[in-house]
């Protein structure tokens, strides 16, 4: 099992980002894949994740409006679009995968840093 | 929403000595609760799922307990790699899914 994390850098308050994250080494469209965050000095957190299909999907309040996650089962990857970026948001973001939605993710990517300043 | 709190907030212990870390959630998640050891610049890494179920390939120095509420983490015989930081996650009342504060385990 590999989670190959890219697309992480510095951006500029108010910017975008995009975060991917390819998979392999296991049937990709089988599990739910999410995305936790850690700030500089902080905990883990939790940001979204998105069931098997792209049926579902979920968000931590604090992103919810400015970030998107979706997933292309054909390219066995998964996504987070980051908008209207914070000081706040800046962290290590970590993809991981979730057999379902009630179990905890056992497999994760090498983590990317966001940086959001000016 | 799901708050877990963990003590202590940071934990000294001498390798080859014995820890219990607290882990306590704001309502009932049953047993849908799990450890994750994380050092510094490496991803997390499952340890116990389930409230007491070893992740395979972790070693049996490794161990969970608890249900509703209140959970401990043990570790027995702690090795130098041991030394990271420790974070309880519920996964039973989402979203969201919620970490606890993590206990940072150092040397004494």
């Known amino acids: 099992v590999q989670l190959v994390q890219s697309g992480g850098g510095l951006v500029q308050p108010g910017g975008s980002l995009r975060l991917s994250c390819a998979a392999s080494?296991?049937?990709?469209?089988?599990?739910?894949m999410t995305w936790v965050r850690q700030a500089p000095g902080k905990g883990l957190e939790w940001v979204a994740n998105?069931?098997?299909?792209?049926?579902?999907?979920y968000y931590v309040d604090s992103v919810k409006g400015r970030f998107t996650i979706s997933r292309d089962n054909t390219k066995n990857s998964v996504y987070l679009q980051m908008n209207s970026l914070r000081a706040e948001d800046s962290a290590v973001y970590y993809c991981?995968?979730?057999?379902?939605?009630?179990?905890?993710?056992?497999?994760w990517g090498q983590g990317t840093l966001v940086t959001v300043s000016s | 929403e799901i708050v877990v709190t963990q003590s202590p907030a940071t934990l000294s212990v001498s390798p080859g000595g014995r820890l219990t870390l607290s882990c306590k959630t704001s309502?009932?998640?049953?047993?849908?609760l799990a450890w994750y050891q994380k050092r510094p610049g490496q991803a997390p890494r499952l340890l116990i799922f389930?409230?007491?179920n070893r992740a395979p390939g972790i070693p049996a120095r490794f161990s969970g307990s608890g249900s509703g509420t209140d959970f401990n983490f043990t570790i027995t015989s702690l090795q130098s790699e041991d030394f990271a930081v420790y974070y309880c996650q519920q996964y039973n009342n989402w979203p969201p899914w919620t970490f606890g504060q993590g206990t940072k385990v150092e040397v004494k």
């Open positions: 991981a995968r979730d057999r379902g939605r009630s179990f905890p993710s056992d497999y």
């Open positions: 389930g409230a007491f």
């Open positions: 309502q009932t998640v049953s047993s849908n």
């Open positions: 998105i069931k098997q299909d792209g049926s579902e999907k």
């Open positions: 080494g296991f049937t990709f469209s089988s599990y739910w």
